[in-house]
Nanobody
Framework: QVQLVESGGGLVQAGGPLRLSCAAS????????MGWFRQAPGKEREFVAT????????SYADSVKGRFSISRDNAKNTVYLQMNSLKPEDTAVYYC??????????????????WGQGTQVTVSS
């Protein structure tokens, strides 16, 4: 089992930054591809960013490319999402997810084995 706990969400003005963290415990975090997804009210959960188990490969949704950055610290069992130049349309619950087995990350929800409980991000205009 892997437990994932997100933190760092909150209310921020448009144009501002916010950094989310996802702390993992349980099975080997360093072998997991990690992803961030988000879900706005009335919408499906969508891909935001992903990072490979070793951290060398990252990928982003077009809507956040150039503004968001995903990183990980395997010594701390933590993955981060640095969000800059936030827009009201970034408002959502943000979830981290783990894909076990030395995989790269993935943009597909079904590829992930474990999910956190989510953290709310609200961007005011």
């Amino acid at each position: 089992q892997v437990q994932l706990v997100e933190s760092g969400g909150g209310l921020v003005q448009a144009g501002g930054p916010l950094r989310l963290s996802c702390a993992a415990s349980g099975r080997t975090f360093s072998s997991a591809g990690m992803g961030w997804f988000r879900q706005a009210p009335g919408k499906e959960r969508e891909f935001v960013a992903t990072i490979s188990w070793g951290g060398g490969i990252t990928s982003y949704a077009d809507s956040v490319k150039g503004r968001f950055s995903i990183s990980r610290d395997n010594a701390k069992n933590t993955v981060y999402l640095q969000m800059n130049s936030l827009k009201p349309e970034d408002t959502a619950v943000y979830y981290c997810a783990a894909r076990m087995g030395y995989y790269s990350g993935s943009a597909y929800r079904d590829d992930y084995d474990y999910w956190g409980q989510g953290t709310q991000v609200t961007v005011s205009s």
